[in-house]
């Protein structure tokens, strides 16, 4: 009569991996908009179980046909998060496989070197910092974000430090929009960003730090921000902010992060 409550080790390991992957998700929504909705989709879906198992059948057949629904919904309405998710188990995966022994071997042969000149682009950022021109800039390895560099100017210009220094220049039409640099090249400047829609944040910290936020939740990029008012230098990666570092802590996370 009880055998349904019979437990393998594989239902132990099944069990573990889904609930650990609802807290990676939950994680990724915390103190967003999108965790009140989680909150009552997960509602629904256990309301709908206690329905059936005292067998109200007109309410339960409501509720089946919502929540048969409700998985197009939930792609609809978690569309950027169910994105960011993946990245997030993509990037750790693929981090924890750059540390295995074998791809160690193999990598010698098919590792692919990052061009980014980073002195010169440190040049760039220690004279934004002392002058206190506020800057964002945008590393990838990526070609394929030109939906979000196209917003703005393209340059494809080589990586300069006067350049750079220029762009975000006060009085310059392009100071306030963010760079993109892709491998050794500044593709576009002046480009829009989404911002994140986090709620934990500082209250001090503005549009560029948001940005920042927003476009490294989604996307596998690097992002220094140089503020304006404080004339603070902070990177976003996955999702995360590093407030106030000093250049050789921002030059080991480009290193750390592309694998130079």
């Known amino acids: 009569m009880l055998s349904f409550l019979h437990f393998g080790i594989t239902d ?8 650990y992957l609802f807290y990676l998700f939950y994680k990724l929504i915390e103190n967003s908009v999108a965790e009140k909705l989680f909150y009552g989709i ?16 007109l309410l339960s057949t409501i509720l089946g046909h919502i929540v048969g629904v409700g998985v197009i919904a939930i792609l609809i309405v978690f569309q950027q998060e169910i994105r960011k998710f993946l990245l997030m188990i ?21 590792n692919h070197e990052y061009k980014l000149p980073i002195n010169e682009l440190l040049i760039s950022i220690e004279y934004l910092q002392n002058k206190r021109y506020g800057a964002l800039i945008v590393l990838s390895k990526d070609e394929n974000l030109n939906n979000y560099y196209e917003t703005g100017h393209i340059i494809d210009s080589k990586v300069d430090s006067l350049l ?9 039409p392009l100071h306030d929009g963010a760079v993109f640099i892709v491998e050794d090249k500044i593709k576009a400047a002046g480009c ?23 476009i490294s939740e989604i996307t596998d990029t690097l992002v220094i921000v140089v503020s304006e008012e404080r004339g603070q230098v902070s990177v976003a990666e996955f ?5 106030a570092i000093d250049l050789e802590m921002v030059r080991k996370k480009i290193e750390k992060h592309f694998g130079t």
């Open 12 to 19: 132990i390991i099944d069990i573990l991996l889904v609930a």
């Open 42 to 57: 997960v509602a629904v879906y256990f309301l709908w179980i206690f329905v059936k198992a005292i067998k109200l059948q």
């Open 90 to 110: 993509f990037s750790k995966s693929t981090e924890n496989l750059k540390k295995s022994f074998w791809f160690s071997i193999l990598g010698k042969k098919t």
């Open 164 to 172: 750079l220094e220029t762009i975000f220049f006060k009085n310059t």
């Open 192 to 214: 829009v960003l989404p911002l994140t829609e986090r709620t934990n944040l500082p209250y001090y910290l503005g549009l560029r730090h948001r940005a920042a936020i927003g």
């Open 239 to 243: 999702g995360k902010i590093y407030l």
